[in-house]
Nanobody
Framework: QVQLVESGGGLVQAGGSLRLSCAASGRTFSTYAMGWFRQAPGEEREFVAAISWSGTNTNYADSVKGRFTISRDNAKNTVYLHMNSLKPEDTAVYYC??????????????????WGQGTQVTVSS
């Protein structure tokens, strides 16, 4: 069983930055890949970024490439999403999730088997 808890969301002005954190339970965190998704009201949950177990491989949605960075600290059982140059369209609930398997290019939500409760990010214009 894996438990994931996100934090770091909030209200920020357009052009600002936020860092989201996702703390994972369990001793095997360093063995699995992780991802971030987001969901705006009335929209489907969409892939944002993923990172391999070692941090060597990453994958990003085109909409966040160059602005967001995913990273992890296996000693702290934590994965991060560094968000820069935020836009109003980035407003959503952000979720971290554990990838089922190792292929970070798989972006569909069904490829992930454990999810956090989400943290709200609101970007004002």
């Amino acid at each position: 069983q894996v438990q994931l808890v996100e934090s770091g969301g909030g209200l920020v002005q357009a052009g600002g930055s936020l860092r989201l954190s996702c703390a994972a339970s369990g001793r095997t965190f360093s063995t699995y890949a992780m991802g971030w998704f987001r969901q705006a009201p009335g929209e489907e949950r969409e892939f944002v970024a993923a990172i391999s177990w070692s941090g060597t491989n990453t994958n990003y949605a085109d909409s966040v490439k160059g602005r967001f960075t995913i990273s992890r600290d296996n000693a702290k059982n934590t994965v991060y999403l560094h968000m820069n140059s935020l836009k109003p369209e980035d407003t959503a609930v952000y979720y971290c999730a554990k990838l089922r398997g190792y292929i970070v290019s798989r972006t569909g939500p069904t490829n992930y088997d454990y999810w956090g409760q989400g943290t709200q990010v609101t970007v004002s214009s």
